[in-house]
């Protein structure tokens, strides 16, 4: 079993060009804990962790993947990881109780298998180190406005079970109140079809001087002319995302909005089973959401504005 005893950070404060660097430590002694997105995947989400933190190949990922036991997995709630969520924390602790869906597994890889792991890892009571590129906002309680980015590094190491007791490891056993999930592997064949919008026809040279080849590699520029995001990222920029990806700018009054509104809604959870018939509010959720994609933009403005989510400028200044 793999248990980080402890994370330091090294963080840049990003204000205006001037950068300001701190160095903290936070106690967090736990097995490898990984925060899978609302929209993503949770299985992808570990393997990708586990490559990128301790330089694993694709083969010994399969292994451990394959070597996940199957009736071993266990869903429980837990509340947000110290130097996992500490950016959920920073944000949203102040209005909002946060609770994570939290899957418990365990991987057994066999002796002969686990040569390459072990190459990376080290054997039992030697420790590595591994580095990530976070939001440091709310970690070791640090309380900055302006968006704060930097490394947080780990030191990791194999423990023996019974030293992991002794040690109270978080994460290392569920609670006595978790599900009993069991997941299975079967093979299934797939399809799909991307579709995108190119600055001009193959082999030929677009408005903005690039030219559409048959390499499949990303261009500087959108098919609208328009920078990448990557491209903010390089110059400092907090973006969404690499690649697509929406930013929206929300003040604090307007976050207390939404959520006023999500609790008038009466929003169903995601995690929630469907039951017979549907009542008033799950009626009018779906009815929400039906208009919404099925409405052009200012259709969407107007149901929003009539909900009372969004506040018309003219009105608030009259």
Not at 296 to 308: D, N, V
Request: charged share 25%; proline share 4%; hydrophobic share 35%.
């Amino acid at each position: 079993r793999l248990g980080h005893g402890s994370s330091a950070v090294s963080g840049i404060g990003l204000d205006g060009g001037v950068s300001a660097a701190r160095h903290d430590f936070v106690a967090d002694c736990r097995v490898v804990t990984v925060l899978c997105k609302h929209h993503g995947l949770w299985l992808p989400a570990v393997l990708h962790y586990l490559q990128r933190a301790f330089n694993l190949s694709d083969t010994v990922v399969e292994r451990v993947m394959k070597g996940i036991i199957t009736d071993g997995v266990r869903l429980a709630k837990c509340g947000p990881p110290p130097t996992v969520c500490h950016h959920h924390a920073n944000v949203c602790a102040e209005f909002l109780d946060l609770d994570y869906d939290a899957i418990y597994l365990r991987s057994r890889v066999s002796a002969k298998d686990c040569g390459g792991l072990l190459e990376k890892l080290g054997t039992t009571g030697q420790g590595t180190c591994s580095e990530e590129a976070v939001f440091l906002n709310g970690f070791g309680g640090s309380c900055e406005e302006k968006v704060a980015i930097g490394q947080i590094s780990r030191m990791w190491a194999w423990v023996q079970k019974d030293d992991a007791l002794r040690r109270d490891v978080e994460g290392l056993t569920p609670p006595e109140t978790a599900q009993p999930l069991t997941l299975s592997w079967h093979d299934e064949h797939t399809a799909s079809l991307l579709i995108g919008i190119e600055s001009c026809a193959p082999l030929k040279e677009d408005l903005f001087g690039g030219c559409h080849t048959p390499s499949a590699r990303s261009q500087e520029l959108s098919a609208f002319g328009k920078r990448k995001w990557r491209d903010f990222r390089k110059g400092g920029m907090c973006v969404p995302a690499d690649f697509g990806g929406t930013q929206a700018t929300m003040t604090r009054q307007d976050f207390e909005i939404v959520i006023a509104k999500c609790k008038e809604l009466e929003l169903t959870l995601p995690s929630a089973t469907l039951a017979r018939g549907d009542s008033s509010s799950a009626q009018k959720e779906r009815m929400i959401f039906r208009i919404l994609l099925q409405s052009s933009p200012q259709e969407g403005r107007e149901m929003l504005l009539q909900e009372g989510f969004i506040h018309d400028p003219a009105k608030a200044s009259a």
